[in-house]
């Protein structure tokens, strides 16, 4: 009798543990984050993204609070990028001298052009050139940050609360790594964001003094290790540990890996790779529609334009995760019926909603391709009373 209940609990063993892993590979394919590839990760935090969709791949613990460190700085060269111009010069006001940590070493009456400075603080990841670019765009480091939280809370980051413009610690200037991925997402959608993260090093040049310049590297050890690599920043404290938000592009497929308070320095460069080098194995973005295929016109209230062209920011891709039927995705546009002036070339004006079996996976912004200021159209008041009729029907 011992020997018959011996090989019974050896058969329900031998069973449960097919069940066991058959489960494991059925989340597997549907890439539930619990049964994902054990990457022995020591960060508490880290997110996989598809840059051009927002599709989750990989997840662990994306919602935790958690200090950026200096992928702070996204934040600060994307409002910079917004508010001012490559050649803008500027002149370096004290609260940029002597600031802790990583520094361009800026002196009080230093003179460079916008360009040179936001180079000087993503490459080298400088804390005095953050803080001067700061007090550029909005004459002071509170407001400036005021303007952080607000394009923050634009973005969709409404996990992130920022208290200076370099990442330097505080108590309250905290995010996590899913809101760092829609950050850097949104960056990677500027190209002049991209041409910057992607740059090995630069020599950074002033305009006064005249003769001073200084050659820097770029922190993202990446860029070198990883053939595909190509952003986008790092980040260490004490207090944030390891830090990377990470991009690499591979036939066509870019992902953006987040990894936060890794255990050190190092090991946040090797757990991205490791991110993103399973990324590629698991998905693989489809052209869907080009853009101009979705180019749609929309009524203009109160301007003096009538009616402007919208369509995507990008192509429209479909991020294809292994074993997923290509013929379950589809896509939707979602757009206000009219528009109210001003509006201004470039502003987000709807998005363009991926869905794969019908549940939304990812989007892309619409984007307007015009400028209507407020003012006096006739047939903007034409446009504007049919659109207000329409609502009784």
């Not at 960060?43 to 919602?63: Q, W, Y």
């Not at 497929?253 to 090991?267: F, G, K, Q, R």
């Amino acid at each position: 009798m011992s020997k018959l209940r011996y090989f019974q609990g050896i058969a329900l063993s031998f069973f449960l543990l097919l069940l066991v892993s058959s489960n494991c590979l059925a989340a597997a394919s549907s890439f539930q984050p619990n049964c994902a590839p054990n990457f022995g990760l020591t960060a508490h935090s880290a997110i996989l993204i598809d840059a051009d969709t927002g599709r989750v791949i990989f997840e662990k613990n994306p919602d935790a609070r958690e200090y950026p460190a200096s992928m702070t700085k996204m934040m600060t060269c994307i409002l910079s990028l917004e508010y001012t111009k490559p050649d803008d010069k500027i002149t370096i006001s004290p609260e940029a001298v002597g600031v802790d940590g990583s520094s361009l070493y800026l002196q009080k009456g230093d003179v460079m052009t916008m360009q040179e400075l936001r180079q000087g603080m993503m490459l080298v990841s400088g804390n005095d050139a953050a803080v001067a670019i700061a007090c550029a765009v909005k004459q002071s480091v509170p407001a400036f940050v005021e303007l952080m939280n607000a394009q923050a809370q634009k973005i969709g980051a409404l996990n992130t609360h920022f208290a200076n413009p370099n990442g330097l610690p505080n108590d309250n200037h905290y995010s996590t790594a899913r809101d760092m991925a829609l950050i850097a997402q949104y960056g990677w959608r500027m190209p002049a964001f991209r041409a910057i993260v992607d740059k090995k090093e630069a020599d950074i040049h002033w305009l006064e003094p005249k003769d001073k310049h200084f050659v820097c590297y770029n922190t993202n050890h990446l860029l070198w290790r990883y053939p595909y690599a190509n952003g986008i920043k790092t980040g260490y404290t004490e207090e944030a540990g390891g830090c990377l938000a990470a991009s690499a592009t591979k036939d066509g497929t870019t992902l953006i890996a987040v990894v936060m308070h890794a255990s050190n320095a190092e090991d946040r460069f090797t757990e991205a790779q490791e991110l993103l080098a399973y990324g590629f194995t698991q998905v693989h973005d489809q052209l869907a529609h080009k853009k101009e295929q979705l180019t749609r016109t929309l009524h203009v209230h109160g301007g003096e334009v009538a009616s402007i062209k919208v369509m995507p920011e990008n192509d429209i891709y479909y991020p294809i995760k292994k074993d997923e039927n290509s013929q379950a995705f589809s896509c939707k546009m979602v757009l206000p019926n009219y528009l109210t002036a001003p509006v201004k070339k470039g502003d987000v004006v709807g998005k363009v909603e991926i869905l794969y079996q019908k549940k939304i996976i990812g989007s892309v912004p619409i984007i307007a391709q015009e400028t209507s200021k407020k003012g006096f159209n006739a047939l903007s008041i034409l446009y504007s009373i049919y659109d207000n009729t329409l609502g009784f029907f």
